[in-house]
């Protein structure tokens, strides 16, 4: 298919004659232009494959840096061991003698006891049917269960009756002062 100038519109041959002139090839750089451009390629070239280099200050930093964050590790792993245990419950009495089914625990967990264990605090203490248990609550008192009771302990200094048939508490030597419960509280024994 050719085209005539009688085909176009006005104005179209002189478009399509400066867009032929467009395409027509570019001369030739000089010689010395090219070497330019060449070398200034290359440069650019051999920055962005070229290893990167560490300063020798940042090399110094580094067995420091992995010093610090070892001691942060072992800092959260001493905090996740030591958040994990607890204290132990102090002991509030000593189990002297039993006979007969005596339990303590506390909740769902009861455990049969022997003469000799110790008893903390946050426990009970229960006696069976013909259960009967002697305990050495410190400070030279000895309390004494019968069947059928239940005792708390729920600290170091204090004891709770919860039920009882029989219970004595006898001071080896006499004490000075021993308040058996106080307002609110008539069953509780402060030692």
Avoid: F
């Avoid at 867009?19 to 051999?46: G, N, Q, S, Y």
């Avoid at 049969?112 to 903390?120: D, E, I, M, N, R």
């Amino acid at each position: 298919m050719t085209t005539n100038a009688k085909d176009l519109r006005p104005g179209e041959e002189d478009a399509l004659k400066g867009l032929l002139r467009a395409m027509e090839p570019e001369a030739e750089p000089a010689p010395e232009v090219r070497e330019r451009i060449r070398r200034a390629v290359a440069a650019e070239w051999r920055a962005a494959v070229a290893p990167a280099r560490v300063p020798a200050t940042r090399g110094l930093r580094r067995p420091g840096l992995a010093l610090a964050a070892s001691l942060a590790v072992m800092a959260v792993a001493l905090g996740v061991l030591r958040w994990g245990t607890t204290a132990p419950a102090p002991v509030v009495a000593t189990l002297t003698r039993q006979s007969g089914p005596v339990e303590a625990g506390g909740a769902a967990d009861w455990q049969p006891v022997t003469a000799g264990q110790s008893l903390t605090a946050g426990e009970q203490l229960v006696t069976g049917p013909r259960g009967k248990a002697a305990l050495n609550l410190g400070g030279g008192v000895t309390l004494r269960l019968d069947a059928d009771t239940r005792i708390a302990l729920p600290g170091i200094d204090r004891l709770v009756v919860v039920d009882a048939r029989t219970l004595d508490a006898v001071p080896r030597q006499p004490v000075a002062h021993a308040p058996v419960g106080e307002a609110g509280d008539p069953a509780g024994l402060h030692l």
